[in-house]
């Protein structure tokens, strides 16, 4: 059997394709948007971000993805756990339906909360609104498309990891008189930390770079429902584009940062790090 150590061309021709498709459509974008972002000076860069506009659109989005992942993450684990420790009729079609977001285009899924929520046209937004309750073309809005948007990220990271963990551990901590809590706290929750960070990250990236649902939803009312990256659309569309690529270039960072955690933390699932 041949050396996993040794050369191979084969080997090598995979892994220089891999880094050629890499640098192509992740790298080089990356570094474009930097370099337009930056191209005037770090001085014009700092003044498109202070911008009162772009400031807002950012103070929503920091404002949505606070609210939206402790939800998820609430939501994510306690699927999980009912998901992979227990056994009930229904539980294929539960695991479909968390999947759905996956399947489903969020620009439909923006179309369905006007459609259900619309305050002339939806089904119960005309109720809504009669009762002083405003959720399209509002924050709720922004946030209820986004959490649908995002809600299978941690449920879906931590199903097989707690299935393949089993329940025997739980199980003992009962039998011994541990309460539920105390049981969570100091046996599932350590078992799962890192699975959950995981997803926990997943959800937050995709909380904050979420475009197709929210657009419908937020009716691009300037400086109190675009977000982040509806508000890089908008200056694009306006020829604006050193601010454009400015607030883009903080997207890019945080997809950065979340490829170096997501990376590291799957080293450490893995047992490697």
């Not at 640098?23 to 930056?38: R, S």
């Not at 899924?109 to 619309?118: E, Q, R």
């Not at 551990?169 to 008189?177: D, P």
């Not at 959950?196 to 009312?221: D, K, M, P, Q």
């Amino acid at each position: 059997m041949e050396d996993s150590n040794s050369f191979s061309p084969f080997r090598f021709g995979i892994g220089f394709l891999a880094l050629v498709i890499v640098a192509l459509f992740l790298v080089f974008p990356l570094g474009l948007i930097m370099k337009e972002a930056f191209g005037r000076g770090v001085g014009v860069w700092f003044d498109s971000i202070a911008d009162r506009d772009t400031l807002d659109a950012v103070k929503l989005t920091l404002l949505a993805t606070a609210i939206v992942v402790p939800l998820n993450t609430v939501f994510g684990v306690a699927m999980a756990w009912a998901l992979s420790k227990f056994r009930f009729r229904g539980r294929t079609l539960l695991i479909a339906l968390i999947d759905l977001p996956f399947t489903v285009s969020p620009v439909v899924a923006g179309l369905i909360f006007i459609l259900l929520l619309g305050p002339r046209s939806g089904w119960f937004g005309p109720w809504l609104e009669t009762h002083g309750i405003r959720l399209v073309f509002s924050t709720p809005g922004i946030v209820i498309a986004t959490l649908f948007v995002t809600f299978p990220f941690v449920a879906r990271e931590l199903i097989p990891l707690m299935s393949g963990q089993g329940s025997e551990e739980e199980q003992a901590a009962l039998t011994l008189g541990a309460s539920p809590w105390r049981m969570f706290r100091h046996i599932t929750l350590p078992n799962i930390k890192w699975g959950l960070l995981y997803g926990v990250i997943l959800c937050t990236a995709r909380s904050i770079g979420e475009f197709g649902a929210v657009s419908v939803v937020s009716g691009h009312i300037r400086g109190e429902t675009d977000t982040l990256p509806l508000h890089v659309e908008i200056l694009y569309n306006e020829y604006r584009f050193t601010a454009a690529f400015a607030a883009a270039s903080l997207l890019s960072l945080i997809a950065v940062v979340s490829i170096a955690l997501k990376a590291l933390l799957e080293r450490r699932l893995n047992g490697k790090g």
